[in-house]
């Protein structure tokens, strides 16, 4: 696969790891025969690290042997979160640490989670771009306060606590985005 042709959310080998890409720039030449430059914010899917691959155009990365598959929330234990593939109902479990990030947007009934599994063994989990969440926790809002952009903490349904604007109340359903952990809007 080359340079120009990687996108969000591809998974490549580099130095015989998979690595999933997350971010992406285009540097253009400032000199004649000179080459476009793609920089990757990459992050290894088995051990989790963030790296930089930095690639000319023409160069490129081999594609991994690598597979999402849509699965559903079991259950938690102490130490590892159970998960259900729903085409083959085969189960994948994952210690609490490696899904710390995505825990707290987690909640049963949640849909668009992916596998992401890698020489058929699950070795994390995607949840989508957003999610709606209930919020269980906040200060009331002062009347007269408005007009203003100000926010305060709100805790939700998973325990995340995130800043919300000023008239939210508890009881109300928000977007979150999952990737900054920032409110979006209401559900």
Not at 146 to 167: D, F, H, N, W
Request: charge should be negative; glycine fraction near 6%; proline fraction near 4%.
């Amino acid at each position: 696969m080359q340079a120009k042709e990687i996108k969000n959310g591809s998974v490549v080998v580099y130095n015989g790891a998979p690595f999933i890409i997350e971010s992406i720039s285009v540097q253009s030449p400032s000199a004649r025969g000179a080459a476009t430059l793609y920089k990757f914010r990459a992050r290894n899917i088995v051990s989790k690290q963030k790296t930089d691959i930095t690639l000319k155009g023409a160069e490129s990365l081999e594609e991994a042997d690598f597979q999402k598959r849509p699965v559903n929330i079991m259950y938690a234990d102490a130490s590892h979160m159970h998960f259900l593939d729903q085409h083959d109902y085969q189960q994948y479990s994952l210690p609490l640490d490696e899904v710390e990030a995505e825990r707290n947007y987690i909640k049963e009934g949640l849909e668009g989670v992916l596998a992401l599994i890698y020489n058929e063994e699950c070795v994390g989990i995607q949840v989508p771009a957003t999610v709606e969440l209930l919020v269980t926790e906040c200060d009331p809002g002062v009347k007269g306060n408005s007009a203003t952009s100000r926010t305060k903490p709100a805790t939700l349904e998973t325990g995340l606590v995130i800043q919300v604007p000023e008239y939210l109340k508890q009881g109300e359903t928000i977007k979150v985005d999952t990737r900054s952990g920032d409110y979006l809007s209401r559900a």
